[in-house]
């Protein structure tokens, strides 16, 4: 396992870590929540993901229970607040939210702190200055100890970090964007001018694009699967063209490759993000022990993927 600063700087987070949505309180009961975090720690990974918003809050729950059974120094925890509840102050990033969402989660988490509070989306409604003054005191009082966003648009990202500088604020460090062999134009275009200007680092979500990278969806959607389970994740994907002919042939073609180096097809997918140098940490969203497994093995496929695979990957969509 390799870690990886986290951009220009010094939190260092292993280069696949373990996310939580749609999983822990969903997919995963606590008993399974309780293997595949142990499998994860036990194997090097050292970074771990949740969410405010996350089955409503019981994946921190959950996560917090898990938890107790390890160092806190050794684990790098992240949380992320915007949607706490239906009520007027309980979404968005206004100060009272983020103050009172980061103590709800704390409390979820039974933690004194987490590593890593993103904001998780931005907030049209709030002033960036409301925004950037709460996180620096968040992390001034102890409660995380960097922040970072998620889905923000570049410029939204630099307007922080200027705001950051003219109040000696501690600015974002870290985008958690989507980010896979399919969608990848924000990551690779948008961000390209922020990387070095601002030394931010991106810890990347949906790898296999709900599943498609894995090839599961070759011949349809299989009952139980993510597709299947979330209505809404598929109208999205059915939108976004996934299920074209034209689409398919193109997975169709990652699978060849996959099958040529003898790996499973969402090892190479997961092993081609790890490739980009600006990817801190690859989240995966795992919905059983074999999942993880499986996909924990890209950090070697990385190795096998040359610079003639990795060119005629990045030309296929």
């Known amino acids: 396992m390799e870690y990886r600063k986290v951009g220009k700087w010094g939190l260092k987070i292993s280069e696949v870590s373990l996310g939580s949505w749609l999983t822990f309180g969903n997919q995963l009961d606590l008993n399974s929540t309780r293997q595949v975090v142990r499998y994860?720690?036990?194997?090097?990974?050292?970074?771990?993901?949740?969410?405010?918003?996350?089955?409503n809050g019981i994946a921190e729950a959950m996560l917090g229970m898990v938890l107790k059974e390890y160092r806190r120094e050794d684990l790098v925890i992240s949380t992320k607040v915007f949607w706490g509840g239906d009520g007027p102050n309980q979404k968005g990033l206004s100060r009272k939210?983020?103050?009172?969402?980061?103590?709800?989660?704390?409390?979820?988490?039974?933690?004194?702190?987490?590593?890593?509070?993103?904001c998780h989306r931005p907030d049209p409604e709030v002033p960036m200055e409301e925004v950037v003054y709460t996180m620096d005191q968040i992390l001034k009082s102890g409660l995380a100890?960097?922040?970072?966003?998620?889905?923000?648009?570049?410029?939204?990202i630099e307007q922080a970090c200027k705001i950051a500088e003219k109040m000696n604020a501690m600015p974002p460090v870290v985008e958690q964007p989507q980010y896979n062999l399919i969608f990848k134009k924000r990551v690779e275009e948008e961000y390209a001018p922020i990387y070095e200007k601002y030394g931010i680092g991106t810890t990347i979500w949906s790898p296999l694009a709900s599943g498609v990278l894995s090839g599961k969806y070759l011949e349809g959607i299989p009952e139980g699967s993510r597709l299947d389970r979330w209505p809404w994740l598929r109208k999205t994907m059915e939108e976004r063209g996934i299920f074209q002919e034209e689409t398919l042939q193109k997975l169709k073609r990652i699978k060849?490759?996959?099958?040529?180096?003898?790996?499973?097809?969402?090892?190479?997918?997961?092993?081609?993000?790890?490739?980009?140098?600006?990817?801190?940490?690859v989240i995966l969203g795992v919905s059983s022990l074999d999942q993880l497994k499986e996909n924990i093995k890209a950090v070697e496929v990385k190795n096998l993927i040359t610079d003639e695979i990795y060119s005629e990957l990045n030309s296929l969509f």
């Open 40 to 55: 994860a720690v036990e194997n090097g990974i050292n970074f771990i993901d949740t969410a405010e918003a996350y089955a």
């Open 97 to 118: 939210h983020l103050l009172e969402g980061t103590w709800n989660s704390l409390k979820r988490l039974q933690l004194d702190y987490v590593d890593i509070l993103y």
């Open 145 to 156: 100890f960097y922040w970072g966003t998620s889905e923000w648009s570049a410029e939204e």
């Open 256 to 281: 060849e490759i996959a099958d040529g180096l003898g790996v499973t097809m969402a090892q190479l997918s997961i092993a081609w993000c790890l490739k980009n140098p600006h990817v801190s940490s």
